[in-house]
């Protein structure tokens, strides 16, 4: 066997067959291949950031069949057959809706709050917190800071990050039924 073909084709290779952001992949590869190194990648969705490499700082957080995970803790053969979303899938307009608006609401609600500044840990705090107001669509600051305790933030102190939350679950309450539904649930 030669070494270009050992280098093509993994020895001990597995097929993963995921859905991300609503589309459907497969790919070969190694079974020690990470989620978050499968995302961007493999995928070339680099909304997936990478901090820490051992779950404790949040950049990493995807949804995973709709609740949050660190993606560098998890290895890609471990979401064959399930659903991916990263912060790539959170706009409306990525989905493919026609006239959808261009962000996400709470990505709208960061930008309205001045909720980021280097933006690092912003995809892992935004998967965060979809899920977190799809469960609790009407939290208060004590709750929301709790949701944020497991995400890293260097630069923000996060009361602006706090206070787009909040504002993203008012317009949500605010808005005509139907139409809430989209901040919580991504």
């Known amino acids: 066997m030669s070494d270009e073909a050992t280098l093509a084709e993994p020895r001990n290779a597995v097929t993963v067959e995921v859905r991300v952001n609503g589309a459907a992949h497969s790919r070969t590869v190694e079974p020690r291949l990470l989620l978050s190194d499968f995302l961007r990648h ?6 997936t950031h990478v ?15 709709g609740d949050p995970v660190r993606s560098c803790l998890l290895l890609a053969a471990q979401v064959d057959g399930r659903e991916v979303t990263t912060v790539e899938g959170l706009a409306p307009a990525a989905a493919g809706e026609p006239g959808a608006p261009a962000l996400h609401p709470l990505q709208q609600a960061f930008w309205d709050a001045h909720a980021l500044q280097c933006g690092f ?6 998967m965060t917190l979809v899920a977190f107001l799809r469960d609790c669509p009407q939290p208060d600051e004590a709750a929301v800071r709790l ?10 102190g996060y009361q602006h990050i706090v206070d787009a939350v909040l504002l993203a679950a008012r317009r949500a309450a605010a808005a005509p039924a139907g139409t809430a539904d989209r901040t919580a649930a991504g």
């Open 121 to 126: 840990c912003t995809p892992g705090i935004l």
């Open 42 to 47: 493999e995928l070339g969705l680099t909304g």
């Open 51 to 65: 901090g820490c490499e051992h779950g404790v700082c949040g950049a990493c957080t995807v949804l995973l069949d």
């Open 147 to 156: 949701a944020l305790s497991g995400n890293l933030c260097r630069c923000t």
